[in-house]
């Protein structure tokens, strides 16, 4: 039961549960700086004009590329 719950899902993506962790936790930090980003961008339009956008972008390349 515990390995089904922490295993299968990172195994059915060719991963280990450490490798699997750590992408999930890169990809949440980085969507925390996009946010970021874009927060201070909706209070000052001058600064992060592309920051936020282009890290979503090269999120969904990373994540298209592993299927």
Do not use: C
Request: glycine share 2%; aromatic share 8%; net charge positive.
């Amino acid at each position: 039961m515990i390995s089904r719950i922490f295993l299968d899902h990172p195994q059915s993506v060719n991963e280990s549960y450490l490798q699997h962790a750590r992408f999930a936790l890169r990809f949440a930090l980085s969507l925390l700086a996009a946010g970021l980003a874009a927060l201070i961008h909706a209070v000052l339009p001058f600064l992060f004009e592309k920051t936020a956008s282009r890290i979503v972008a090269d999120l969904h390349a990373r994540t298209q590329a592993r299927r």
